[in-house]
Every structure is written in C-alpha cells, then in structure tokens.
C-alpha cells in the first residue's frame, strides 16, 4: 500500500469511527429528536428562520441558515436536521484538528490522526446540543490549519472565520482573542510574515461576519423569545442567582468535560510542537487559563462554555501522547501500554458523558404541542397572544419554563412564533392578573416577569398536561377541555389537518433517518467545500480533512446573502441555490489557481 493510500485509510478510519460515535443515540437507543438541552431552540430557529427571515431569530443566523439549506437538499424534517447536523459536525471537529496538526508539520506530524480521534470524541460536549457553537469550533480549527502550512492563506482562514462566526458572535470575539495573542507571540519570535497574515485572517473574517449579522439584523425582527432558564433569571433582574447558577454548573461539570489528566499531556503537547502550531496552542491554553477563572469571578459568562470549547487540550494531548511514545522508545511496550491507557482514559470519560445525553423533546410533548398549535392556530387570528400555562407545582418549573417555551415555539407556525408567551403559574392566578408566588424568590421574580411579558387585550391561554399539573383548568369556567389533557380558553372548531412536506416539518425523525442523514450531511459539506480544500493546502489528505469545514461556512455565508436579499431558504429553490452557491465559488476558486499556475496538492 502506498503512503498516500495508507494515510488516506487513517483519515476515513478516523471518520468512520466518530461517524459511529456520533450516530449512537440514534442507531442504539432509538432517539427521534436530537439530544441536548439547546436542541428546542435550533428547532423553532431553524422553523422560524428559514421560513419568515432569519433577521427574527437575532445575531445567530448561520447555524438555522446552514441547516435550512441541508434540510432542503436532503429533505429532513426539523427533528432530522438538527439531530444530523451536529453529529456531522462532531467528525469534521476531528477531521479539521487532525487536518491543523498535519499541516502544521514539525516532529510529532504523524500524531495527526490522534488529534482527530482526541478532538472528535471531546467534540460531544458541543454536539449535545450546542449547534452554534460547535460550527465555529469546526471553521475556527481549520482556519488555524489555514495559517500552519508552509504556505499559508490568510484568505481562506477568512472565509472559515466569516462563516463561522455568523453562527456565534461571542464565540467569534473568543476566537480573535486567541489569534490576537498569537499575532503577538509570532511578532515577537521574529515571524512577522505570520503574523501580518493571522491578523489579516483574524480582521476580515471578523468584519465579513460583522456586515453579515448587521444586514440580517436589518429586517423585522427578532422575536422577543427568551431561549433559556438563564436568560429568564437575567430578564427577572436576578442576576445573583444567575452568577450562582454559571459557578454551580461549572462546578458539577468540568471534571466531566475534560479528563484531567488530558492537561499534563497538553501542555508537554505544546511545549514539544513548534512554530505556528506552539504559538496557537500556547495562546488558546492561556485564553483558557485567564477566561475561565475571569468568568467564575464576575459571571459575565459561564466559565464551563470555555472548557467545552477548548478544543487545544485534545489536539495538544494527542502531541503529548506522541512524544511519550518517542520518549519510552527504549521500551516500546510499556510506552504502548502507557499512552493507550491514558488515551482510553480521555476517550472513555467523553463517551460515558456522551451516552448520558437525552433528548429534550420527547414523543408525547411532540404530539401534544402539535395539537395544541392547530388547535391555537385555528381559533386566533395571527397577532392574537396565545399563552401557554407551565407549573409543575415546585420551583424546579423555572427549568421546564424555557424548555416549554422552545418547544411550543417549533411546533407553532412559522408565522406565529413571535405570539407565543408563556406563563410560569397557575391559571387561576393568570387569570386574576396575578403572580404566582411560593416563597421562592426565583420563581416568584420569574412568574412577575412572564406576567408582565403578556401583552394586554384579548389572548388565548392554553394548557397542557405535559407542561401544566394545577387541578384548576378543570374547575375554571374560563377554561374548557378541548382534548385529552389540553385546555383553551376559546371554542375548539374543526381543525383541518393539512398534509406538511417533509422538509422542515415539526415532529419526531425516524432514528434510521437521523444516522443516515448525518452521513448525508457530511457528506455534502465535503463536497461543497473540497475546491476552497483543495486550492488551500498542498497536500489532498489535508485539504479532504478540511473540507467539510469549508463547506460549512461557504453554506452559511451564501444562506445569509440569500436571506438578507430577501430569499427565503424554506424555498426548496433558495436552498439549492445556496448549496450551489457556496460549491460554485470553491470551484472557481480552483480554476483560477489552476489558471494561475498553482501546483495540486500531493500525497
């Protein structure tokens, strides 16, 4: 077998294992909606945006545009794509890394596909879920790669700035940080070329997101819709309670996100590489090191977002267990013994916290907010409030508040997401234009607020069992039954249940469905991104690895454009436009380097 062959063997291995890795849930355990806490908000986002703008979902508009264009090339329904995406994502996370450390060179190259498996496994924590964040991961790892080779372009590391930044503004502000401080370093060892061009990547891919969000910020819009329990605490103004809340969640979960004994073996990683691959290690690790106790102290941000998205441990602790190897050479067996246990060890904690995960939809709510939806749809005019009851009886309902919300809000149509509110409450008290209080200042804080968040004049007010518990809708005459376990505040006529296509529907994926599409999903960004791939680096095993990254922001950024011109990705026709539009321009791409006497890359 040749080398090329060999290594191209290693590359498909490493994807073919997180591709396994990734689908699990879905192929094992059957799940039909995406796991993670996030994933209700990516439903309605991608619902809402694709269909009315993505100006009505606020400043985070690549990740529902990137999954609008797939589910309109792949025809997935809501459920599908914001399962299938993420998985996908969380091979190419380990592809790019793997694609960074081989371009980067230097001694310990060939631990390239260590970095891969490494950073894909620990890319779970972000494919639970954190769809946003995970697609700048993605870019931000191969617009590093972009700038490790001995040819670097600073225009391509642009382009995968660009696209992935409009998926996370914040995290894209994190990410300019990390190369603003490896500017600096290669500044002072004496690589001003590198230097000018990380600051050059790092400038214009920032102003291209930049423009992008203010243009789609420029329609109508957003939704005023809290997405989480923490915005809810922050809009009741209990801010101490949300401080408490980042420094408890880190607490509970940093020791499950990184395996510790991944540090050590991260900083030896970076302490042994060398060049740009040292200087951009070295800066996200002191990133970390300073923003993480910086977030604990002031709770401007959770702390443990910085850890999940620290995605230099695994790539460093795959150079660490490299030069382990080298180090124990004398005793070969041992030192296969030693880096192998210490490997299964970072890589069995990732999957146990993986296998953990749940979906945050289950069948019942998906049938009954469904119901509940027609059911609101048919009696109001749109402009009309509909307000949904949440009470489980405790206090523990501020959680499920956020969640109920998220969900109602994917079931409605599209055209209705802006007139939902919910109520954190009894009915009785909603109807007597009251909190509900229960000596919890949290809850109490967040039933006032959810109160005076309700518009004034006529609105319907519904609940369900699913999210509501009070024996009251059963007494109040203001309410009547309108189903099993559903209550309306309005006469429930015929609903007339239109047939929906497929793509972008609400409702559970079959799990066969999920696995498959995220192979599809994959399998598009790479082609979609292969000739931005392919004029980047030299050599093809590289630029393969990188191109599904490519192929995310390219589909971002033309799903933008799109959009802010007044397209709307629903459109089957937008969608491929989109599609065709982020391959077309890798292809021309490759014919002017072609043109221009570029060589193609090698084995």
Known sequence: MSVRARELAWLVGVAVGLLLVMSWPYLVD??????????????????????????????????????????????????????????ALGVAAGTAAAGLVRAAGGRFASSWWLAGVLTGVFSVHLVAGYLANLIFAVTFLAAAACLAGARRSWGAAALLLAGGGLAHPPFLIHGEVILAVVAVLAWRAGARDEARDVVLAAGVGGLVAGAGVLATLGGPGPIA??????????????????VDAYRERFRLRAARYVQWIAVPL?????????????????????????????????????????????????????????????????????????????????????LIAWLRQRPFVSIDESTA?????????????????????????????????????????????????????????????????????RGDPEFDAVSAWTLGAIPTGERLVLAI?????????????????????????????????????????????????????????????????????????????????????FGAAAVSLAAVALDTAGLRLYDLGVAIAAAAAAGLGGLVWLLVAKREGRRAPTG
């Not at 806490?37 to 985070?60: C, F, K, N």
């Not at 119901?371 to 409030?385: D, F, I, K, L, N």
């Open 30 to 87: 059957g799940f039909r909606f995406g796991v993670g806490p996030d994933v209700p908000v990516y439903l309605w986002w991608t619902r809402v945006g694709a269909s009315e703008g993505l100006s009505q979902i606020g400043s985070r508009q690549g990740a529902p545009a990137l999954a609008a264009v797939l589910a309109g090339v792949l025809n997935l329904n809501a459920a599908a794509v914001t399962a299938a995406l993420p998985a």
């Open 225 to 242: 819709a809290e997405t989480s329990k923490d915005a809810f605490l922050r809009r009741a103004g209990l801010d101490a309670s949300l």
């Open 266 to 350: 991260a900083v030896v990683g970076t302490a042994k590489s060398d060049g740009f691959l040292r200087r951009f290690l070295t800066s996200w690790l002191l990133v970390m090191a300073v923003g993480i106790p910086l977030g604990w102290i002031t709770g401007w941000y959770p702390p443990d977002r910085l850890v999940t998205f620290g995605f230099a441990v695994p790539v460093a602790a795959a150079i660490g267990a490299a030069w382990t190897v080298e180090r124990l050479s004398g005793r070969r067996l041992l030192a296969l013994a030693l880096v192998g246990a210490l490997v299964a060890w970072m890589i069995g904690g990732a």
């Open 369 to 437: 907010t469904t119901s509940v939806m027609r059911y609101a749809a048919a009696v109001t005019e749109p402009g009309t409030p509909i307000v949904v009851l949440v009470d489980q009886g405790d206090p523990a309902s501020t959680f499920l508040l956020a969640r109920a919300a998220n969900t109602l809000r994917a079931a409605a149509p599209p055209d209705r997401g802006a007139d939902l509110h919910v109520f954190l409450g009894t009915a009785t008290d909603l109807f007597a234009e009251r909190p509900t209080q």
């Open 465 to 549: 069992a699913q999210f509501y518990r009070g024996s009251d809708v059963r007494s109040d005459p203001r309410l009547q039954r309108i189903a099993e376990g559903m209550w309306g505040s309005m006469p429930s006529p015929p609903v007339n249940v239109v047939a929906q296509p497929s793509r972008l529907s609400w409702g559970p994926a079959s799990a066969p469905m999920i696995a498959l599409a995220t192979l599809g999903a994959l399998i598009v960004l790479a082609v979609l991104g292969l000739g931005y791939a392919v004029v980047t680096f030299d050599d093809l095993i590289t630029a393969l690895a990188a191109a599904p990254a």
